[in-house]
Each structure stands twice: as C-alpha cells, then as structure tokens.
C-alpha cells in the first residue's frame, strides 16, 4: 500500500515528467494473498505485493501508453519517455477525445483493516475448519481463500485526482464425495463478516445430497438457479451486450430496442458502483465517477455503459465511468451488477414446481451467438431433479445450450434474497435466484 | 541477480526452510492494435519482480514482490517460510520432491528477427495495411489486426544447487474481419481466433502469417457468413482443420493429462479429470490412428522452452500411443506419486505466481492423408475451420465446440458454406472415432496464448501441433 500521500508524489512525479498535451497516471497496487487447498490439506499458499504505473500521453490526438512495475526516478523517466516515443510515431487519432476533466468523486468506504491485516493463520484456521468439516463426513474438501488490500489511483494534467483503497475477501469451496460435489462461495469487503464455516457446511451438505446421481435425458425444464448460477448469466449477458461498444458495433442485443420490453417485466437489473451492498468502486480507469446505469428496468432496456471514447461518438452522451485501462480494447465494462430481488424464497420456488431441475452453479459458460444470447455451458457441484415440490434425487450433469434473453422472459420467480458474489477477475455481482419456466439442456455427461 | 538469489535461498534457510527456490523475472511487452483503419492501442509494459517457493515443517509457503533488493528478498524469503508454517497447519504429510534435480545451464529461444528491433513504424504499417486490404470488402463493419511480442527473461536458482537463465522471445499476430447484417453478426479470425496465433521466436514469425495477403479473404469469407445457411443439425462425418482441432486437443487431451488436476489439486477452479490413476496404460482414448505427445522442443512452439519453472529440463512425453492412454503432464512433486521423474512441466504466469503443472506443446502426431483426397473420401460430411466457442466439463468428458466457418462435403467434393456450425460429443467417444489424419505437410503448431488455470488466475502460453483430421458420426448443429 502506497497511502494518498506517497501515492500523489509519485503522480506528481509522472505528471511533471511529461512535456505532452496531456498526460495520465494509472497506478494500481496490491498486497495480495491465497491460501489454497485440496484432498481436504493446504497445498498453495502464497502472497505477492506489487505496483503498476501506467502512463498515458497524448499529443494533440496522437496517444501513447506505456507501463512499469518499477518506481525509482529512472524507471518513471523511462514509462514517460516510452509512451511519447509511441505517441509521436502514431497518426492522430480523430476519435481520441482528449483526457477526462475533473468531476468530483463520491467517497465509498471500501477498506476495512481487518481484511488487509490477514494472516496466513487466519486463513488456515478457517481452511481447517472447512477440511474437518467435509473429513468427518468421509468427503474431501478443497478451495481457495483469498484476501487482500488494493489502491486504484487516476491523476491527470487536467486536474483529475482520484484515489480509492479497497479490500477484498473472497473463499471459494468444493466438497466432494466419490460421484458428488458441492459448492459455496463468500465474498465480501470484511473479513470478519464472512461465516466461512457455514459455507464449509453448505457445500458438505450438497455434496451429500448429490450422491449417486442417476441420468436424466436432456431436453427442455423448469429450473431453479441457484444465485451463483445467475450470476454466471448475467455476466455473461453484460459481457455481450451491456457496453456502448458492443451498440455502436452493431454486436449487441441492445443496439435499436432501448425503450422496448426485452425481459419479462419482473427483471431489473443494473450496474451501481456507489452501491455499498457490492464492492464497491466509486471511478473508473480515467478517473470518471461511476454513475448508477439501468439496463433493463422492469423489462424494458433502458441504457448500456460508456467511456470517454465511446460517448465522444453519440452527440451529448457522457461517460458513466466504465472505462477500462488505456489499451484494453474491449470496451467499457460494468464493475458492479446487480438484479432487483423478488418475493419468493427457494423453498417457494421449490414447492411450487411440478417437475425441474435445481442447478446449483454452471462450469465453463461460453458465448455460442452473442447477438442471439446463446450460452452453453455445464451444470456442476449439485444438480437434482424436483419431482412434486419436492428434491427428487440428484442427477448427472447436463450442458445447457439457452438463448438467455429467453430465459429472462420465462421467470416464474425471483428470489427474495441476493447474494454478493467476486469475479474470479473483475468486478462483482448481487444477484438473487430464478425460477425459469423453460430451459434447454442440449446433452449430458458421464458424472 | 544471481547475489540476490542466493540471499534469498540462504535467508530462506536460515528461517528454517528445508527446500527454496527463487526466481527473478524480467518481462518487456509490447501490444500494438489497429481497428478500423486507425491505431487503437498501442502499449509497452516492463515488469520485474522474484518469488521465493520454500518448504518448511514439510508444507508449501510461497511469497513474492516486485522489489528487488536485498532487504525485501530478505523480507519475502522469510514470508515465505511464514507462510509453509501456515500452511503445516493443514496438512496430511510432508512434502516429496524426490529425487534432487540439480541443472545448471542457459537456454535462449532461437531468433532471426528480434521482434522489439524493428521499429513500431514498420508494425503499425503492416496493421494499416492489413486493415485496409479487409475494410475494403464491402458490407465489412469492424476490423481489427494486432501484434503482440513477450520477452521473458528468467534466473532461477535452488537450495540443491540449481542455476538456469532462460531468455524466451515469443511473436504473435492475426486480423478479424467482422460482418454486420440483419439480426445476424459473423466473424472471421486470421491465423487463429482470439486475435492472433503466436510462436516462440522473432519477427520471421510475423512475416511468414502473411497477414495482409490473407485479409481480403478472411474479410469476403465473414460477408459470405451472413447470408449463408445455419449449418443443420444432425449426426455427420466431420473434418476439422488443423486450428481447430488444436484446441480440441487442448481441452479433451491437454487439461484432463495435467497429472495435478488427476491428484485434485484444481478441483476447486477447472474441476478434475476423467483419466484417473487406474486407467494409465490400460485405458483407450481414441483409435489406433491417435498419437498424442507433450514436446517442449517443438521448435516454434509456444510452449517449447529449455526447463520448466522447478528446473527440469524440456522433454518429450508420449501421453497416447496408438490409441491408449500412456502418460500424464508432472511436476516433480506429482510425478512422485507415480514413481516416475518430472517430465518439465511446471511453469509460473509471472514472478508473482507458482508454478503449476501447464501444457508444454500438446500434439497430435500427423498421419498419411492429403487434405484434398481426405475430402474426396467423405461422401457426406461437414469441413469446419477457426474456433469461435468452447465448453467442456469439469472431468473433460462433454465438449460442445463452435466453429467461425463450415463448408459442406457432399460426395467427396466441398459444397456450401455453413454458418453457426458446432459440434458436442464425449472426449474418449470422439477420438475413437477419428479415422483419418493428414499429413506432416499440413501439420503446423499452433499457439494458444490464453490458457487459464489455477487460483490466484495464471495464463499460460502453450502450444499444439496438428494437421486436418476426419471423425465419424459426430452430432452436428445444436440447436437451442
């Protein structure tokens, strides 16, 4: 951790380094570290601390990046140098809408010490806990259980400054028996409000229930999704369709129908990285405050995410602060999703279906048509089949092939509970479970 | 360095460690994208930093930074023992290396052209060239054409005496064309999908993808997609081109042979693996026609390099033989388990990451058809070329596969081109029914520099030699 202070001199540093028109300091820094564990023992454990600066400069609308790790002056004097070599080499970019101005950045109390104070003991006693949980039901535990202290600063010549410290804590578990598993997940900004137990516990429970699964055929089902399984969909569904990019490339479902009903009336869902229920980010990679973007609010879609670029190419459009680093190409990304809960609680959902499937997480999603919202993926770590309200029996996994947009004008229910839930790469979700009335299992699989 | 490194082992001993390693790692990027006839992003990154790995009270403690100086290596060398103590906690016997492996060598990846030499004015032209030779097709909406070239230099020394510098030099390149209609967008990827194929070596690489030669077809070919027919479901004989059928060997061969993933050390992130201990040796993955070898000597592989990350020089390693399932991917640690000696996989996505069992170059060793006589011996089948999506279990059993572009076989000649084309099976049923593989004239390693796997997340750059293969009744065209 650099602090504001060590964090501002080094930005000041960059900044005043730079002969450019403009100049723009990233840097990112984290003390980071995982425990991991398998066959129910410890079998990672590791800590890193690093920092990046990255420097973006712009001549005119000539725009050059470059980045280090490094923080002596001879290691700023070289990124700053770099990324002007590269900007005087290139023809102006027309698109390149100069460096953001100065807006004022909401304070999100996203730091608590107690995460950043882990220890490996801590993280080990919880990891033991976990693995003699599943041992004293003759299963074997693994997972990974992550924590960390983070800083994301963005300064630039126009009087940009913005810093934000973080934490993050993150346990991710998979029980298994001999031909069942189970899963659980917790995220969360403290530490301490984490109960790693008890997802030690609801993951032994389901790798219980799911033992000696039985082969169902594939084909079209009622399904209740599990809140993790949500979130797989509608990360997925943001990758594809969310971002202004996407639009204005003509590859995104959301391109020609704002205004329309897209899902069925019952679904909001949103990106809010103000929201203290998620983790919170409060700017993004230009040092633009976060805006609260509604894509769908009550079915109808409503709006999709911009950076600087891309509102530079719609009269009147602003950026809502989504931009990712300088030199990523992907476009702006939501950092903080989430789906307005219902009124139905699992056991609801369950009761009031005659015949299903409870699918508790998907593996290996992929897109198969983005423009369509074809997903494929697996079913994993607790599958059943629900028979008259009622857990049947646990079956082998299934591949769903499901357009998902369909699927989200198909539910029956939503869940009155959300749960908060970390990318494995960036960014988090809260999303509540679903009930869908139709959803299209292509194939199955031996397990 | 080396000073520093031995600081570190001692330090690391001095604190009680029985066994460390440290590796500094030193890596220059350079991305360079066009999109849309303009320069998108262009990017230099330096990163340096060194992990120390130790064991202690007979448990694995890890830690790293991106300091490099004698006091933080003393810092992180005792971390990192702090850490092994942590982890002693939890624990269900002491760590076996076996055998030491004590090496000391260099290893440089050999180089025509070094690709950070020539000047980003020549790179960028060829990407403006590139660009333009797709965006003039007509009904061609987005473009996109990039270079990409890693320079890593690594020194790893251990408490048994190991002492290795590596200089690994890899290039990569490709262009997407994307063509935008009516409810319907398609995409065409040159060499490879993903953005780029890439290689280890220098610029040579790049001069011989002939990318602005290649783009006005890849730029008609995406156009053609959007009027073409859905490919139409059904079981059909299928041919798979040699950039495809990479990655079909990397999710059905490659992943379920890493021998850590068998023992469950992943169980947690990518799942386990349906080739388990007992079916070494016995069990049949595919037809007699299947070879499959892991080669960390291919030259021009992506994953081909002189030792892995634990210091175990590269080898070749048969994993099917004919059909039967041999061998796995090892780490000293795993390849224990079976009585064996590491076969040089284990591999670090940076200094601040430890090594874990990867992919070096996953190939499938070529047989004796022509393409051209292979398609004029299908009488009913579908060709498909450059992926587009991939799914598979978590034991590797259940694929379902997408393909940018089909084309028909109809009595040995190839027809129409097909859009959305996919294809599902189980791994051990799909192999067994290959039956037929081109030759080592259409064999080309291909590059796969976006493999995932571990927890925290490490990218690999691994590597897979094929040639076009013909498999059997294989359902074809999902449909939702």
Known sequence: MLGPERAKTIAGQVLGLSPADETEV????????????????????????NVTVQVRVALGQQVGVASTNRLDDAALRDVVDTALRIARLLPPNPEFPGLPAPQPIPTVNAFVPATAATTPAYRAGAVGTICRLAVEQGLVASGAFSTGAYELVVANSRGVWAYHPYTRANLVTVIMSD?????????????????????????VDKALRSRHPVTIEPGAYTVILE?????????YLAYMGFSAQAVQEGRSFMGGHLGEALVDAQVSIWDDGLDPTGLPLPFDFEGVPKRRVEFFERGVARGVIY???????????VSTGHAMPAGVTWGPQPSNLFMAPGSTSKEEMLRSTQRGLWVTRFHYTNIVHPLKTILTGMTRDGTFLIEDGEIARPVKNLRFTQNVLEALNDVAAIGRETMLLADEYWGATRMPALKIGRFWFSGATEF | MKTLIERGLNTAQVHGATYADVRIVHTRTEDITVKNGRPEAISQREDQGFGVRVIADGAWGFA?????????VDRVAAQAVAIARASARVKAGDVDLGPPEVHVGTYHTPVQVDPFAVPLETKIALLLAADEAMRHVPGIGVTEASLSFLRTLKVLGSTEGTLIEQELVESGGGIEALAVGPGEV????????????????GYEVITDMDLVGNAPRIAEEAVQLLAAPQCPPGERDIILAGDQLALQIHESCGHPT????????????????????????TFRYGSDLVTIVADATTPGGLGTFGYDDEGVPAQRAPLVQNGLFVGYLTSRETARRLGQRSNGTMRADGWNRLPIIRMTNINLEPGEWTLADLIADTEDGIYMQTNKSWSIDDRRLNFQFGVEIAWEIQGGKLGRMLKNATYTGLTPQFWASCDAICNREHWQVWGTPNCGKGQPGQVAHVGHGAAPARFRRVRVGVTV
Do not use: C
């Open chain 1, 26 to 49: 990233l840097i990112q820094t984290g003390d980071a570290a995982l425990t991991r564990f398998a066959n129910s023992v410890i079998h990672q454990n590791v800590a890193e601390a």
């Open chain 1, 179 to 203: 031909d069942s598993s189970g899963w659980a997940q917790r995220s969360a900004l403290d530490v301490s409000a984490m109960d790693t137990e008890a997802a030690g516990r609801e993951a």
């Open chain 1, 227 to 235: 809140e993790y399984a949500v979130a797989d969909l509608i990360a």
């Open chain 1, 307 to 317: 950076d600087s670029y891309t509102a530079h190419k719609e009269p009147g459009q």
């Open chain 2, 64 to 72: 790293a930074s991106a300091m490099l100086t004698a006091g933080e």
């Open chain 2, 186 to 201: 398609q995409k065409r990827s040159y060499p490879n999908s993903f953005g780029r194929d890439q290689r280890t070596g």
């Open chain 2, 258 to 281: 890493e021998l850590d993933r068998v023992l469950g050390t992943e169980a947690s992130y990518a799942g386990t693996s349906f080739l388990t201990l007992d079916k070494m040796g």
